[in-house]
Nanobody
Framework: QVHLVESGGGLVQAGGSLTLACTAT????????MGWYRQAPGKEREFVVR????????KYLESVKGRFTVSRDGAQNTVTQRMDSKRPEDTTIYYC????????????WGQGTQVTVSS
């Protein structure tokens, strides 16, 4: 069993920056990849970024390329998402996920953390 805990959400002005962290707890942690999604009330869940754990390679949603940066810390079982140049449309709940193998299944989900961008 793996538990994922997100932190770092809050309120930020448009154009500002915010950093989210996702920490995995458990006796063993060896994911194929980690990911971030976001979902606003009444809206479809949206892919944001995916990071392969073995080599750190990434895939980003087109609208966040150049503004969001994801990285990993294997020693602390943590994945970090830095969000720069925030826009009002970035306002939503962000979720951290884990995929245990190459199947297109997000096996584990965090509880989510709220991000609000004010104008």
């Amino acid at each position: 069993q793996v538990h994922l805990v997100e932190s770092g959400g809050g309120l930020v002005q448009a154009g500002g920056s915010l950093t989210l962290a996702c920490t995995a707890t458990g006796l063993a942690f060896s994911p194929d990849s980690m990911g971030w999604y976001r979902q606003a009330p009444g809206k479809e869940r949206e892919f944001v970024v995916r990071l392969k754990w073995a080599d750190g390679s990434t895939k980003y949603l087109e609208s966040v390329k150049g503004r969001f940066t994801v990285s990993r810390d294997g020693a602390q079982n943590t994945v970090t998402q830095r969000m720069d140049s925030k826009r009002p449309e970035d306002t939503t709940i962000y979720y951290c996920t884990e995929r245990v193998d190459r199947r297109n299944i997000d096996n584990y989900w965090g509880q989510g953390t709220q991000v609000t961008v004010s104008s």
